[in-house]
């Protein structure tokens, strides 16, 4: 790893302005991606302006009929909360499947979706619930805040400070892991919504995507049998070692499935 | 580039030093302080044998900054037992059979603390689930996994 000026953020507004103070500044939350980016020297910041210790950026409450999480929130405590459990249980499983109890410790839902890797779990969440992501400046709908692999709508400097997700009826997720890296090859979130089913699917292609045959096909029939004749087209999703282009389209049917069977 | 002072508690003792930006907690454990006793495997955040607890919470030293660290407390593998006496899951551990070469096992022993005080009623396939980020190459998890199960009943007697 090449060597930076570690700064600890005290405040957002403080965060802020050492970032903007820096040549070349990364956030760092959990570290959990950026860490073993540096290591690989695939990337060489300046500085790092440590989000660690903004306590306000932390915490799960509910709004209305939103559930509302803060950036820098683990994701043993989304796993573990009774409100996140209660209301969006999903969400709750979900979290429980992100790597191992070690990264669920430290990693946090503001820095998986500032990453967005094709393969993260959350962004399949975000998408399907619709939920609308907050940052210092704006709010930012989840059809617009995922822009392509590792990529998103975040402007430089912009910092993630919230996520508001609108309670659905009802919400399943599915994934099959790779079973090293433990990321989904493939993961399906489905929610039923009040602006009808939506369903996101991440790890399959360069980036989350919605899969809009599924959600007609759930409008007018809420069950695993809907979605089990719909077949995704193999065009290009994601070819690697672990998985062909074709069996992930497969996986897209079995695992969306199963999430609706999780969802009840 | 700047060093930095830090300061923070290890095993119940007051520690300092000077580090880089760059300087890794597991180095500064192992580097500065001579706590040896936490490994490094893979340095890439797979395989848990760098684990120790951070504020009480299990956490993969060789992905930590050891200036994140500065004011925190700290436990690692010298920390858990009392003079001779083993901790209940180092002694389960031993009873077990549940290393071989024994290079995981700092890394297994705190994790398998921290997932006991998750959840102190963890079923096999609980342990099993727990265990993912920790990775050994000898024993096939059997014993690790009965060792586990055994030091929780006695961890909550
Ligand atoms: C062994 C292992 C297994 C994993 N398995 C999974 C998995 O199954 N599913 C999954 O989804 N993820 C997985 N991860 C990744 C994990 O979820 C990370 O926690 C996550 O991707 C990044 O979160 P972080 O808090 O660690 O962010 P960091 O690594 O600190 O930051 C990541 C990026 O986001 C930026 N950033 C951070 N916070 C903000 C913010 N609030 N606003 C703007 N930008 C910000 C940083 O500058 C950086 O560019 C795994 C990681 C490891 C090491
Ligand atoms: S050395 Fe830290 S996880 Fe392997
Ligand atoms: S006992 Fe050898 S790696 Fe686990």
Redesign the pocket.
Known sequence: MYDFTYQRASSLDDAKSKFSGADDA?????????L?VLKQRLDQPSDLVD?GFLDDLKGISEDGGNLVIK?MTV?HAVNTSDLVKSKIPALAHLAG????PM?RN???I???L??N?PA???PSAVLALNATIHTDGRTIAADDFFTGMFDTA?NEGE??TQVSFPIPEKAGYCHFPNPA????IVGVFVAKTADGPRVAVTGAGACVFQVPEMESALASNWSPDAVANVKCSADGLNEDIHASPEYRAHLITVMAKRAIEAAG | MSSYSIKMTVNGKEVSGEVEGRTLLVQFLRDHLGLTGTHVGCDT??CGACTVHVNGRAMKSCTLLAAHADGADVTTIEGLADGDNLHPMQEAFREHHALQCGFCTPGMVMSAIGLVKDNPKMSEKDVRHGLEGNICRCTGYHNIVEAILDAQTKMGA
Request: aromatic share 8%; no cysteine.
């Open positions: 990364r956030y760092m939350a959990g570290g959990m991606t950026l073993p989000l950036a994701h499947t992100i790597g191992d990264v430290r990693g946090t503001g820095g998986s500032a990453n890797d993260a779990s959350y975040l910092l993630i890296s433990r990321y989904p | 955040t797979q």
